[in-house]
């Protein structure tokens, strides 16, 4: 993948995952929209969490991913075009930093 196909895929996650924020906080929805936040960690510690939650996310890819393969190759037999109409995506994204340090890395 080059670097355009990669920023598209980047923007259409964050539109997704703000769409999800927002739609939530507006009421009437109810996206799975939720985070684990722990701070004042050793860099050990942060790197453990993200191996960890690097598993938990290939376990969840895997179900997810099978489960997506199995509703679309149903839906593309049963269902008429004009009503295949809906998305969905669910993605995972892990962070950290060094509160200490002076950053502006990403905004």
Do not use: I
């Amino acid at each position: 993948q080059g670097f355009a196909e990669m920023a598209t895929l980047m923007s259409e996650n964050v539109r997704d995952h703000v769409a999800a924020a927002t739609l939530n906080l507006e009421g009437g929805h109810n996206f799975l929209e939720q985070a684990v936040f722990v701070e004042e960690l050793s860099a050990a510690s942060v790197h453990r969490l993200h191996v960890c939650a690097a598993r938990a996310w290939q376990a969840a890819f895997q179900t997810v991913m099978r489960e997506a393969h199995t509703l679309h190759a149903h839906d593309k037999r049963h269902t008429p075009p004009a009503q295949r109409t809906h998305r969905a995506r669910f993605g995972t994204y892990f962070f950290e930093s060094n509160d200490h340090e002076v950053s502006d890395q990403a905004v």
